[in-house]
């Protein structure tokens, strides 16, 4: 099992530029989410989605849009990227129920510069 | 959502025994306290999970007292790789949003 790949690792961007993060989870889990982390913090919930078709807003929900077509994908989106948005970014997934949703897998990471 | 408060930093030597305790004063009924450990440039990593009193996995050791308004995260005999970030989570079945703070960084000296 691959667990929690995202793609890409890293990119560049510059200021305006769009762009999509993916997430695959090959666990069956029915909650993903996707956090971002800047240097020496703690990570933010971006937005999260609890089954296939839903989303739901996280803390730092701004200027990010996600989608999750297939259980096994979620995306994001920055529609028009910004220097605020240099960060690294992960996805995670979870079961739910009894505290399962609180045992997440995490991705690597994509660690996006944004000029 | 419950607020967490734990130390900013601890330094251990290797050998001993490190423990990290985390504050929850306002934890729900429902809460679960989950611990992650996090290396650089990787993410988070499950470590332990626990309601109540104490749970024990070949990891680590998570001490609950019964007011649940604090967890004590005990790594026995630390070496230098479990130099790293842990953070401690509260939450419930209905908690989606978990709220990772700034953690604890622990440094293991030689």
């Known amino acids: 099992n691959a667990g929690v790949t995202q793609t890409p690792k890293f990119r560049v961007l510059k200021t305006g530029q769009s762009m999509t993060l993916l997430c695959a989870q090959d666990m069956n889990h029915e909650y993903m989410y996707w956090y971002r982390q800047d240097p020496g913090m703690g990570l933010r919930l971006i937005h999260y989605?609890?089954?296939?078709?839903?989303?739901a807003k996280g803390e730092v929900p701004d200027g990010y849009n996600v989608s999750r077509l297939k259980k096994q994908n979620f995306l994001l989106g920055l529609e028009s990227a910004a220097p605020s948005q240099t960060s690294v970014y992960f996805c995670?997934?979870?079961?739910?129920?009894?505290?399962?949703?609180?045992?997440?897998?995490f991705g690597a990471g994509t660690r996006l510069s944004v000029l | 959502l419950a607020k967490t408060t734990q130390p900013i930093s601890m330094d251990s030597y290797e050998g001993q025994e490190v423990n990290i305790t985390c504050s929850h004063n306002?934890?729900?009924?429902?809460?679960?306290i989950t611990w992650y450990q996090q290396f650089p440039s990787q993410g988070p990593r499950f470590i332990i999970q626990g309601y109540k009193t104490k749970v024990t996995n070949e990891v680590a050791s998570l001490f609950i007292p019964a007011d649940r308004k604090s967890s004590t995260l005990s790594l026995p005999r630390v070496s230098l790789s479990d130099t790293a970030v842990y953070y401690c989570?509260?939450?419930?079945?209905?908690?989606?949003?978990?709220?990772f703070g700034g953690g604890t960084r622990l440094m293991v000296k030689p």
């Open positions: 989570l509260v939450g419930n079945n209905a908690g989606n949003m978990l709220t």
């Open positions: 989605s609890v089954g296939e078709g839903t989303t």
């Open positions: 306002n934890i729900a009924t429902n809460d679960y």
């Open positions: 995670a997934s979870s079961h739910p129920g009894e505290g399962m949703e609180n045992i997440q897998y």
